[in-house]
């Protein structure tokens, strides 16, 4: 021990190491409170964290850097603040799976039209080049790698909400498996079966991005494939989100691949027969990591995660069945494992520090995990675990909880790899260790994108693998270099895009992690570092661009995007701001501009700094939304999540619109009526999802959308009102103002659309998705006269049992009603809103506006107290009653009341009148001598 400790001190002196602290460390550790609630909701969760990030000394000055992991947790209390139930609860992923299905079964094939608008991926497919001084970025984050053990060529990626990848080239080209892609889910792990390598268990959910709220981002439990991937099927390993039920880890026996084990926030989980049936084998604990020993898959090694700073070692030695916790490393939040098959007996582990996410310990056994020895720790060692060499203001920064991995070489046990931000590495068994990489761009080390995720060195050679916030990387010389083969994987999270109004190559676009992007006309290139969001390009001139960070750091270019000048901040003006903050420039005079963050602020001036004017004086609520009337710049709507507000002079004053108990998302303009707009709606409120305010009229048109939440809405220029919704599965439209809404084209998978944009030049529309990149298809140009519907009858005063006779005009070559009919002319027998679909001799459509049919309910009338066959002898006497319900009931004798005495042969019936006005008469009942 005496020698270890002197060669840390080496070290340490080496690296500058200093014990100054006190300037970040948190006051307390609050998340503990997390693991005392057994379900806890969104607003618990968010609670917590907001107590845990003020601990923080300096948080709240705006000049100071916010604690590592800060970030990662925003932008998943971003994600879930507009995508909650009703009750506040998380969704269940495989219950949306349902909605979509069930949507599915309620729609005929698709017609030929719009199937025929064939999206095409306009991307990032390789990864933009670097644009003057920008920093090196990537295309997207990667959480996992795996390979074929039979096929050295074939490499499994999975991304952060892009699904599941394949490479059969050693990554020199990727295909992506579009069922894996619904929700936009992440992959948490993916377990190939050695014998079989096309039997594959995937784990949904990124367990990554959840940064220890257990509290998971979409997914629909554990996938399972048989074929390779070509064919998916859920297990039933799968719980609601309420349930705080992360998978986190997945292994496939190596014998025999219908028993699988996986751990989860739940503890860890066993089936025997390919996931069909699952048993509990230990609970209580969050189960982070899981590994076989090598030459025994009885002997399983695993480890704990805790809020509270008492992850732990636990191990099983009859294949998962039971469990023991082995030792508790006090003051550790998460702890990473790794085995090498150069020493069957070894197992090494990094933690990282409750509370900071920095680094903790490393440890290692020597006896199969029976007992472990700790090496190194936080008091002796550089943080290993920070943005940059560990020391000084780096020593208590990391994001542990968020990434962190281990591998070991395969034939050199003395050489271990250690991922954070960036990577590390140790070649005398973990005493020291030395940096490897650097997330910016250095003359001393080789750019690896920030956030090691997985670390593995692909079986057989010495080539070490590791995927990042960046993408798939791997290093064939022990990381001297490194290659980047995440081209190909269309794999980008958008959150927002702008684009030219002249040029159809010139999009803008912020991304979560790889900053702001552009497409040119030679090719995709890095704008900007960090996390991007909103951008917009000038109406007139395409050497003015804006593009902003989150929680309202708004930026201008005036040179094409070459440098950029900070225009305005929301913490510099003492003002909150929304993750993704709004902003709108007005295309009659460009040089207004407003943006949203607490307050309203303009710019009469192109967006300068300086320029800018608070035009409004509320508190609050941040701005989520805006948008401009096009044909009145003086209209001008603004949204925060629960309340939509109009100013009718240009900004000067504002009045609240309409009030929400839902959340808004988007809102649009109808270009020739400034005061007619649509609003859409996040959350899973079944039947809110899209309103039109017209003036002081609020109509709901959601029609038959599935019950997923809406992001954003475009409005076609010069069609019969049609309109495009971005949703959490894909991209739908409605037209003639008929509420009837249907999936849009073919091509795109069934992802999260954050925004959509319209290029009129081209007749194209662009979709933003979270995860997949940046897609375009045509917009429909059928224009059609809108075909009428005549209802024949009287519709005020309908009760249930009455028919209603709907026919559609002459002189179209077909017909498609809502119900399913085909004929011109339908009977309908029950509510609803019908519409017709009329098709011309050239192919395009018009839809009518849906017509609202109520029936009024009215109860089930019958008569009971006699037999089957009733009969009569002289003198008798049978009393027969009426179904309750009714509040008046006449009999065909004349007779009123529910009940009546019946004495002579004869047929009898009774009519009933209900509460609300209807009336039924039941069958006619016939009594014989």
Known sequence: MKFKFTLSIIFLLSFGFSFSLAEIKPKENVLQKLENLKNPTFEEIKTIYEEHWKSFDGLEDPNKKKPAGWKQYKRWEHFWESRLMPDGRFPNGNEVLKEWEKYLSTKKSPEERIQSQQWKLLGPENEPGQYNDARKQGLGRVNVVRFDPENPSIIWAG???????????????????????????????????????????????????????????????????????????????????????????????????????????????????????????????????????????????????????????????????????????????????????????????????????????????????????????????????????????????????????????????????????????????????????????????????????????????????????????????????????????????????????????????????????????????????????????????????????????????????????????????????????????????PNIMYIGFQNIYKSSEGGRQGTWKKMSNFSGQVFQSMAIAPSNSNIIYAATYYNLYISTDGGQTWGEKYNSARSITYIAVDPNNEKRIWITFGDFYDGYKVFEINDTLVKNISGNLPNVPVNCIVYQNNSPDRLYIGTDIGVFFSDYNSGYWEFYGSGIPNVIINELEIFYPTKKIRAATYGRGIWEAPILDCNMAQPNVTVVENISDLCQGDTVTLEAEKGFSRYEWSNGDTTRVIKVTASGTYSVRVFGEDGCFANSRGVNISFKPVPELKIFGYVTSPGFCKNDSVKVSASLGFVEYIWSTGQKGRSIYITKPGEYWVKGKANNGCERITEKIFFNE
Request: hydrophobic letters at 30%; proline letters at 3%; glycine letters at 10%.
């Open 159 to 589: 991304t952060a909400t892009g699904g599941v990848w394949r490479s059969t080239d050693y990554g020199k080209s990727w295909s992506g498996f579009p069922f894996t892609n619904f929700l936009s889910q992440g992959v948490s792990d993916i377990a190939v079966y050695p014998k079989s390598p096309g039997v594959i268990y995937v784990a949904t959910g990124d367990d990554n991005g959840t940064y220890g709220t257990a509290a998971n981002f979409y997914s629909v439990g554990l996938l399972k494939s048989y074929y390779g991937g070509l064919l998916w099927e859920t297990t039933n390993l799968s719980k609601s989100l309420s349930d705080r039920f992360v998978i986190s880890r997945v292994l496939v026996h190596p014998d025999n691949f219908n028993i699988v084990i996986v751990g989860t926030s739940s503890g860890v989980m066993k089936t025997t027969d390919g996931g069909k049936t699952w048993e509990s084998k230990f609970s209580g604990s969050y189960v982070k990591d899981m590994e076989f020993m090598v030459d025994n898959p009885n002997v399983i090694n695993g480890t704990t995660f805790s809020n509270s700073g008492q992850a732990s070692f636990i191990r099983s030695t009859d294949n998962g069945n039971t469990w023991q916790n082995v030792q508790t490393v006090s003051g550790a939040s998460r702890i990473a494992i790794t085995v090498s098959p150069s020493n069957p007996n070894k197992v090494w582990a990094i933690a990282a520090r409750a509370g900071y996410s920095s680094f903790h310990s490393f440890h290692i056994s020597n006896d199969r995990g029976q007992t472990w020895e700790k090496i190194i720790d936080y008091t002796v060692s550089p943080n290993i675990l920070g943005r940059q060499n560990g020391n000084n203001d780096d020593s208590l920064e990391g994001q542990g909880n968020y990434d962190l991995c281990i591998a070991v070489h395969p034939t050199n046990e003395n050489n271990i790899y250690i991922g954070g931000i960036n990577l590390w590495q140790s070649d005398d068994g973990g005493i020291t260790f030395k940096r490897m990489t650097s997330w910016v761009d250095s003359q001393t080390y080789p750019f690896l994108h920030a956030d090691q995720h997985d670390l593995m060195f692909k079986p057989g050679t010495t080539n070490l693998f590791v995927s990042n916030d960046g993408g798939l990387h791997f290093t064939s010389d022990l990381g001297k270099s490194w290659n980047d083969i995440t081209n190909g994987m269309s794999i980008t999270q958008y959150y927002r895009i702008g684009q030219s109004k002249t040029n159809e190559n010139l999009i803008i676009g912020g991304c979560q992690d790889n900053g702001t992007n552009m497409r040119n006309d030679t090719g995709w290139v890095h704008l900007r570092a960090g996390d991007g969001m909103e951008c917009a390009i000038h109406p007139t001139d395409n050497k003015k661009m804006f593009m902003t960070y989150y929680y309202g750091s708004l930026h201008y270019s005036t040179n094409s995007g070459n440098t950029f000048r900070e225009s305005l901040v929301a913490s510099n003006v003492g003002e909150k701001a929304g993750w993704i903050t709004p902003f709108v420039i007005d295309e009659k005079n």
